[in-house]
């Protein structure tokens, strides 16, 4: 339970971030927030910003407490997603962002729209509209009331409110500017909070004898737990298949996220610069790189511990519980930031959506609606949507980070087939982008019927080559002239020395990872 102290730092925290958000939202007397203020922050974003925005969106609940998790029952092998992230951001900023920021885009289905028609953007749009609020909005707010009622006694339900209402307080009001900025302080937290709980850990398995013993110690007594590529015989290694990691499906997925993903990619899009965007892609990438310290280790620290936990979920809410008073109050609210920071970044990105691509698609005469207004009032519907559905939806589930993986797989294969050929393929059809986008999911289920044992990273590298495959074949089958296929010729690629430098050291110590725990 948390101590007078701590609940003072978390109240600090919690005034400071609302303070903070209300002030940098603050608008020039007499002006009115018009669309590219509230959901781009008027593109005015710096490379630091984007950085740290990126990370805080990213890191939240599901990924602390369920990598953590996933760090207790199958250990360092979970790091891969985190490690080939990094890889991943880096070619986005090279190859992807460019094209999209060349298209002066608001969101990801405006871009299907541009390239192909309105109907693979509304389709594109209902689905990810549904997964935001029903997967991903569901997910933290169900795994941020487990973490504070394992540590403060909060009831889960109260929990549930509590965060969804204080990430609307600070958020509603100034748009993706005050996310944004406000996400500096969550990165500071959630860093600071996050190497210090392992720090505390990491000590205790080592009897006091410091942080480098306690490694030692973990890399001694669960050696397993430091297979970075698993074998066949793996208990786990259906979730994570050995080399399919690196060379499989693992791939479809990274690049869906964050290049496809509109609370993701939504940062760079605003930013002041296509420069200024990669800078902040470039930050993002290494601060990935230290990320498996905080969301990984933990989880192995309490498996070595022999911590007495019902499920593997629990793990990092435990290890809350062994700290002192003081720290674990700090930590608590770095927990805190990471959660409503993604609760922020979630529920604007869904206003986005549905105001600027489903609604002036479904009702064309709400295009000239205040569209501020619009945003504002579906994310708190989002929200409430949310809170009502977090329980039934995830309450059974042990590791619930694997478990949205799992579910956002029988759709990405479709995905990143539509945006890479639509960037890359000028022949793509419309018809061709649909019947990639449906039969993701339908071969997706159906591999998962009838062929249970392919470990599902396996079927989403299978499913991406076959729809890759679909959608070639059908749009040479009935060609048809798109007036929206994309101008490489006008689109430079060409990047920065800084940006070049940082690849390159991203990519050698990613190397130095997997040569040390191969």
């Known amino acids: 339970m948390l101590e007078t102290i701590d609940i003072a730092i978390v109240a600090l925290y919690a005034g400071a971030l609302v303070v903070l958000a209300h002030w940098v939202s603050r608008e020039k007397t007499g002006a009115e927030k018009n669309a590219q203020d509230y959901f781009l922050a008027s593109k005015s974003l710096p490379w630091w910003a984007i950085g740290a925005s990126l990370i805080a ?61 309105d109907r693979v953007r509304l389709v594109m749009a209902f689905f ?27 009831d889960l339900t109260l929990g549930l409110v509590v965060l969804g209402a204080f990430a609307a307080g600070y958020s509603l009001y100034g748009g993706l500017k005050a996310v944004a900025l406000t996400d500096i302080i969550q990165v500071v937290l959630l860093i600071l909070g996050g190497l210090l709980i392992v720090w505390i850990l990491l000590n205790e398995v080592s009897a006091g004898n410091g942080v480098v013993a306690g490694f030692a110690t973990l890399m001694e007594r669960a050696p397993e737990k430091f297979d970075m590529i698993l074998s066949v015989d793996n208990p786990h290694y259906a979730s994570l298949p050995g080399l399919s990691v690196l060379l499989g499906g693992m791939w479809v997925m990274n690049v869906s996220y964050w290049g496809f993903n509109q609370y993701i990619i939504q940062r760079a ?67 805190l930031a990471a959660i409503v920071s993604s609760l922020a970044s979630m529920t604007n990105s869904i206003s986005t959506i549905f105001t600027m691509d489903i609604l002036p698609t479904v009702v064309p005469s709400a295009a000239d609606k205040n569209p501020v207004m619009v945003g504002r009032l579906v994310a708190v519907a989002a929200m409430l949507v949310a809170m009502v559905a977090a329980q039934p939806l995830l309450g059974n589930f042990d590791q619930a980070f694997q478990y949205i993986q799992e579910f956002t797989g029988f759709f990405t294969p479709g995905i990143v087939v539509i945006f890479l050929l639509g960037m890359f393929y000028p022949a793509t059809t419309a018809t061709a982008a649909l019947v990639a986008a449906i039969s993701s999911a339908v071969l997706s289920a ?73």
Request: hydrophobic fraction near 60%; include cysteine.
């Open 57 to 117: 969106a990213n890191i939240s609940a599901e990924q602390i407490i369920g990598m953590s998790g996933s760090g207790y029952a199958i250990g360092l092998a979970i790091a891969s997603y985190e490690w080939m992230a990094a890889i991943t951001l880096i070619l986005v900023g090279k190859y992807l962002l460019p094209v999209f920021l060349r298209a002066g885009i608001y969101t990801m289905p405006q871009f299907l729209q541009q390239r192909y028609d």
């Open 128 to 154: 990810w509209l549904g997964v935001y609020v029903f997967v991903n909005l569901t997910s933290i707010l169900w795994l941020g009331a487990l973490a504070i009622n394992t540590v403060a006694g909060v």
């Open 269 to 335: 899009l605003a930013a002041k610069s296509i420069d200024e965007a990669q800078k902040g892609i470039a930050f993002a990438a290494f601060l990935k790189l230290l990320m498996p310290v905080i969301v990984v280790l933990p989880g192995i620290a309490v498996y070595v511990l022999g911590a007495d936990i019902s499920g593997s979920d629990e793990a990092y809410p435990h290890a809350m519980t062994m700290l002192p008073v003081g720290i674990k109050g700090l930590v608590f609210a770095a927990l």
């Open 446 to 518: 159906a591999f998962s019927i009838w062929w249970p044992e392919l470990p599902f990273i396996d079927r989403v590298g299978l499913v991406f080559l076959l729809c890759g495959v679909m959608a070639i074949g059908i749009s040479h089958l009935r060609p048809v002239a798109q007036a929206g296929a994309v101008d490489l010729t006008e689109v430079s690629f060409k990047t920065s020395g800084g940006f070049n430098f940082a690849a390159l050291l991203v990519t050698l110590i990613l190397c130095a990872f997997y040569i040390t725990w191969w």
